[in-house]
């Protein structure tokens, strides 16, 4: 085995990538297209139908923050399982975190459904939009369970390089949440004009097909990982342990970022509801970008983490020096894309010629950010797949729950450089972020070579 993995030649291994990374883009992308398409149907609604739906985006991904965890540590042990050719591990973990998904998503989802008043009361200081926020947010949460257990089921496929398959799931969301939108938005075919509230439901039908699909995937697609007994499963202490471990370390990263995320996002509200409806369909070119790396990511900790069981370890640079040339060259093709196709993609949105050039000058930001988000997530994902869970969560801590907000609030509510202020905690972030991922990564792998020669 170890003979067969070291003669791979740079063409094999990048179509390794290729044949993980580009399912997984595409379903990523596919994610982004559905807020976009979202966004678009809402935006006929007004810019505070715009406003409303994205102030719910920061604290629903708080709580989604802890699955989306559980989601990067199935990931990975079922990678290394798969390197080691180890199935009952594999399934030990994935079932365990599965258990433990439903139970907690059903007790937040249903805590935060309840307390969705006082929730987006803090989370959206504009009057004329927070009861728009507040219907949003407590259907939303109240099916909680279809989003955090289709994550998981799609994050174990994932980890066994299976991105077609979560491809199929996130397409079939996508179709189902867009024609239900069509329905209940503003009223077809009979229907209601249910506005937000139909945008809403229109996302929880997306989500519960996505979970139903993905379930039936793992049932009749995956012969590595099974469904078979998670309920009746002995739980391990050993296994335990080492989910405590992973998972909680990645939560508590997780919750720092979309912590700091919020914070910016409250003061961010603060702001008109004009200025902020731009904001947002920006920041919807920067969630593209994060879709490209999040397909690099998926590659990057499924192929080091089954290089890591195999203790292939020489395999693991390659594969992440591949990762992030492709991740440069994707990022100055977005960048330019952005730049010359700015005016078209407001023009979507907007009508006033004021709001679209203030669309065209957030563009360069959002530009320019392209590369560090990537590169970041690839460094990120490749000391996940090398085992490193401490390094991650620090950086996230300092960066987004400590710089950002930082200088989010002195640049808006100190100097008063409105919007402005808000993109330049952004780059200082990223910078900040980027430069302490390269470092520690490089660290990381050095640690790792080190293992090879042992």
Not at 272 to 295: K, W
Request: charged share 15%; net charge positive; proline share 2%.
């Amino acid at each position: 085995m170890e003979a067969s993995v070291q003669k791979k030649t740079t063409a094999e291994k990048l179509k390794q990538i290729a044949s993980i990374g580009i399912p997984a883009v595409i379903e990523s992308i596919i994610s982004v297209l559905i807020g976009s398409i979202d966004t678009k149907m809402i935006s006929g609604l007004g810019k505070g139908a715009v406003s409303a739906v994205s102030f719910t985006s920061q604290p629903k991904l708080i709580i989604l923050s802890i699955f989306f965890a559980m989601g990067t540590a199935v990931s990975v042990f079922v990678a290394q399982a798969l390197g080691r050719k180890d199935g009952e591990e594999a399934n030990a973990y994935f079932q365990t975190i599965l258990r433990i998904t439903v139970i907690l998503s059903l007790v937040l989802g249903i805590l935060c459904g309840l307390l969705a008043v006082p929730i987006m009361s803090v989370c959206n200081r504009q009057p004329d939009t927070v009861g728009m926020s507040i219907s949003f947010f407590r259907i939303i949460m109240f099916f909680l369970v279809f989003n955090t257990v289709s994550i998981v089921l799609n994050a174990a496929l994932r980890g066994i390089g299976k991105t077609r398959l979560t491809l199929i799931s996130s397409v079939s969301m996508g179709v189902v949440d867009i024609f239900v939108n069509y329905l209940l938005i503003e009223g077809h075919w009979g229907f209601p004009k249910l506005g937000v509230v139909g945008d809403a439901l229109g996302t929880v039908c997306g989500m519960a097909t996505a979970c139903v699909i993905s379930i039936l995937l793992i049932s009749r697609r995956s012969e590595f990982l099974s469904l078979k007994g998670i309920f009746t499963r002995k739980n391990d202490p050993e296994i335990m342990k080492n989910v405590h471990v992973k998972v909680g370390n990645t939560v508590i990263e997780n919750l720092f970022t979309r912590i700091g995320f919020l914070l910016s996002s409250i003061i961010i509200s603060s702001l008109s509801s004009d200025v902020t409806a731009v904001y947002s369909v920006t920041m919807i070119l920067l969630n593209y970008s994060f879709s490209f790396g999040d397909g690099l990511q998926a590659a990057v900790v499924t192929l080091t983490g089954q290089s890591m069981g195999a203790k292939q370890y020489r395999e693991i640079k390659d594969y992440v020096r591949l990762s992030r040339i492709l991740g440069v060259v994707v990022s100055v093709v977005l960048s330019a894309v952005y730049i010359i196709f700015a005016r078209r993609f407001f023009n979507q949105f907007f009508q006033d010629e004021e709001a679209i050039a203030q669309g065209i000058s957030y563009t360069y930001v959002a530009a320019g950010l392209t590369l560090l988000q990537i590169i970041r997530i690839i460094n990120v994902a490749a000391m996940r797949g090398m085992g490193e869970v401490k390094a991650p969560r620090i950086m996230a801590t300092v960066c987004v729950l400590i710089i950002s907000p930082a200088v989010a609030f002195t640049m808006t509510s100190v100097l008063h450089y409105g919007v402005w202020g808000i993109w330049a905690a952004s780059v200082t972030s990223q910078i900040c972020w980027f430069i302490m991922s390269c470092v520690k990564e490089h660290q990381c792998m050095q640690r790792v070579l080190s293992l090879e020669s042992a």
